[in-house]
């Protein structure tokens, strides 16, 4: 039986469970302010819910159908998408599989929302929710390749004629991606900030009002490992030689007064190595965002030559290019390969080819077949949204999508 709410239109019972979720959450009235929210009356339009990552849409004749409690999960669950930045983040899974990366993302999310606000009974989920306890405490990325690997083998059994595999959850909303992919890198950062700067006022807010804040909100205000400064030092550390052990001709300003000084840096950067995973986990802006900053470093440190390597399984690409074609390090790339991932191939091929190289950057989700290889020069993993994943041999940093 629904509850006295129903007597309200849709564009009453919306700001009712808006209002109220400001009250029971404090923490996330800011995040609740982002964008905008509009109760959709052509059902053909929005059948249940949408988010474009940034503004929300209701179809009302679903809304119709829904308690106060469902109600406010549908808005909770429309507003953690915003919260994770899911339609920004994970395109490139949707380009992959765009049932799976719905999926994926909402099982991550209803358990968030589940274990905040629903074990009272004050928040459920709405008929056809994606939720699954095996998923508690994976991202998306993990959930969306176990749901690809489940995909394929259902397949495969009913190639072989051995089932029909089981029905799944297919979530009650749904993700405007084509709405998120207009958006241009300045509104995708200017939404980044907005919702940053909402989670900080929610938490002031809650503290203020002295109410417990919400656990997830806390997650994302944990501080983090600053990637870029993780990478700027690794270079620096293994490339530049600043111990002076190699000293260049001395600088002929302090002669004079029987000064010597070494008039540089040690010894010139050789080579370096940037290793790309290309499995299909690691999207094109991850891709561009992660290779803008080698770049940048490079510009600094000034190696003779940056060299690429693409792998799966085995090396599918390599491309070198010199202190002259920094320029193209990002724009040309083309990236090969997208079977499994099996990272030894990598020390393997060098080694084959003769390549030495003064370091190795190696940017992977972390999901490997089998080891993590055996390097003979200094390494740096630069792990994508899985921070589970800790190679027993090199650096590393774990990175969110979000953050590039």
Not at 261 to 290: C, H, K, R, W
Not at 342 to 357: F, S, T
Request: glycine share 10%.
């Amino acid at each position: 039986m629904l509850s006295i709410g129903k007597q309200l239109n849709p564009e009453q019972r919306l700001a009712k469970a808006v209002v109220s979720i400001m009250g029971k959450a404090p923490a996330l009235s800011a995040v609740l302010m982002v964008g905008t929210r509009v109760v959709e009356h052509d059902n053909a339009k929005v059948p249940t819910a949408c988010t474009n990552g940034r503004d929300e849409w209701y179809g009302a004749g679903f809304v119709d159908g829904l308690n106060d409690a469902e109600f406010r999960g549908l808005v909770l669950h429309e507003n953690y998408h915003k919260l994770y930045r899911h339609l920004t983040t994970w395109q490139h899974l949707n380009k992959i599989d765009p049932d799976l990366a719905n999926r994926a993302m909402d099982y991550v999310i209803n358990i968030k929302i589940y274990d905040e606000y629903g074990q009272d009974g004050w928040v459920k989920m709405p008929e056809g929710g994606c939720f699954d306890e095996k998923y508690r405490g994976w991202d998306t990325a993990q959930v969306f390749w176990d749901l690809h690997d489940n995909k394929s083998q259902d397949e495969d059994e009913r190639g072989a004629g051995d089932g029909e595999g089981g029905e799944q959850p297919q979530g009650f909303d749904s993700h405007d991606w084509e709405g998120a992919t207009e958006m241009d890198a300045d509104e995708i950062r200017e939404l980044a900030r907005d919702i940053d700067e909402a989670v900080r006022q929610g938490a002031l807010i809650a503290s203020k009002m002295g109410s417990g804040g919400d656990r997830n909100l806390e997650e994302l205000m944990q501080p983090q490992i600053d990637w870029r400064e993780t990478l700027r030092e690794f270079i620096h550390t293994t490339c530049a030689g600043s111990d002076f052990s190699t000293w260049k001709r001395p600088n002929r300003r302090y002669i004079g007064a029987g000064i010597y000084m070494p008039s540089g840096i040690s010894e010139q950067v050789d080579e370096l190595v940037v290793a790309i995973d290309t499995s299909g986990s690691i999207g094109n802006i991850a891709l561009s965002a992660f290779l803008t900053e080698v770049k940048s470093v490079c510009d600094t440190v000034k190696p003779n030559k940056v060299r690429v390597l693409y792998w799966d399984t085995k090396v599918c690409r390599d491309e070198a290019y010199d202190i002259h074609e920094l320029d193209d390090l990002v724009e040309s790339t083309k990236p090969a390969g997208g079977g499994g991932t099996c990272v030894e191939c990598v020390p393997e091929y060098m080694q084959e080819h003769g390549i030495k190289p003064q370091a190795c950057i190696v940017l992977t989700d972390g999901d490997l077949y089998r080891g993590w290889g055996t390097w003979n020069t200094p390494v740096l993993w630069c792990i994508l949204d899985n921070d589970s994943k800790k190679p027993d041999v090199g650096t590393t940093v774990h990175i969110k999508s979000r953050e590039m």
